[in-house]
């Protein structure tokens, strides 16, 4: 009798509770097709290559390309500009090093992030959440540097800049200043006659005569400065933007490591509590 006893619909519902757990796909589904043959970075290709078709995506994907390649012609730009200034600024040395190292990190950072990305592509999604993985930690990391050298390198430029301004402007009073010096000699010594005649010639002839040489002065290329002003206005615009990128992907990963636990803890909990009540029953 035991062995042929059909299964009730208590024993029934009791076995189903014991035989199913739940799952961490059941508790933090992340709203993606129950495919586990499929990555992450297929349904993003899938769906980038979908968009791209659409007439707003072929819009979109034009003006993202055109953006990359002037960016890119930017970096390309500094880098050829330092090297070719390379010991040639004598008003801050640091200008052409900060464009040559700002653009050969830049480079290395895409070499990079196109071998993680390649390496993330083939790896799959067996060990944590995909969307906290090397990728992050390497945008982080070079933000970090980038940011730091932006800070230092800005500083330099816009302070390099300010002074060959000066000096131009010392340049300038410093020609006036010998010019007049020239008329005081001659008022003095060819027509010391004259300025009884005229009196707005008194005060130059009683001037003392104060003759100071112009000296040579350090100084660097005004292309130069000008152009690596203009680089790094543009830099601190894109470094803005990417700084909210950063805001918002750490406040994903706030999201992901305190908010989503205690959401999947709470649906374990009420299938566990429905699994008892059904018990009960």
């Known amino acids: 009798m035991d062995g042929d006893e059909e299964p009730t619909e208590i024993t029934a519902m009791t076995t189903d509770s014991r035989a199913t757990t739940p799952d961490c796909r059941d508790v933090c589904s992340s709203g993606l097709p129950?495919?586990?043959?499929?990555?992450?970075?297929?349904?993003?290709?899938?769906?980038?290559?979908?968009?791209?078709?659409?007439?707003?995506?072929?819009?979109?994907?034009?003006?993202?390309?055109?953006?990359?390649?002037?960016?890119?012609?930017?970096?390309?730009?500094?880098?050829?500009?330092?090297?070719?200034?390379?010991?040639?600024?004598?008003?801050?040395?640091?200008?052409?090093?900060?464009?040559?190292?700002?653009?050969?990190?830049?480079?290395?950072?895409?070499?990079?992030?196109?071998?993680?990305?390649?390496?993330?592509?083939?790896?799959?999604?067996?060990?944590?959440?995909?969307?906290?993985?090397?990728?992050?930690?390497?945008?982080?990391?070079y933000f970090f540097i980038h940011i730091v050298l932006q800070l230092a390198g800005s500083v330099c430029v816009i302070r390099a800049r300010n002074d060959l301004q000066e000096l131009q402007k010392t340049d300038v009073a410093s020609r006036v200043t010998e010019t007049t010096v020239i008329a005081q000699h001659t008022v003095k010594l060819i027509a010391p006659e004259v300025t009884p005649a005229y009196p707005i010639m008194e005060p130059v002839r009683m001037a003392q005569v104060v003759s100071q040489p112009l000296r040579p002065q350090a100084t660097c290329s005004a292309d130069l400065l000008d152009f690596a002003f203009a680089a790094v206005i543009v830099e601190l615009v894109v470094s803005g933007l990417f700084f909210i990128f950063i805001v918002a992907s750490l406040l994903e990963l706030a999201y992901i490591v305190w908010y989503e636990p205690s959401i999947g803890m709470k649906k374990t909990m009420a299938k566990a509590n429905n699994s008892n009540s059904l018990v009960s029953a």
């Open 34 to 141: 129950d495919d586990d043959s499929r990555t992450s970075w297929d349904h993003t290709s899938a769906f980038v290559k979908r968009f791209v078709k659409t007439p707003k995506g072929i819009g979109i994907t034009a003006v993202v390309a055109i953006l990359i390649f002037v960016f890119l012609s930017l970096i390309l730009a500094k880098i050829v500009t330092g090297s070719l200034h390379l010991g040639s600024c004598a008003l801050d040395p640091f200008v052409p090093v900060y464009m040559v190292s700002s653009g050969a990190l830049f480079l290395a950072f895409l070499a990079a992030l196109l071998l993680v990305c390649i390496k993330c592509r083939h790896q799959g999604e067996d060990e944590g959440d995909d969307r906290v993985s090397p990728l992050h930690l390497l945008v982080l990391f």
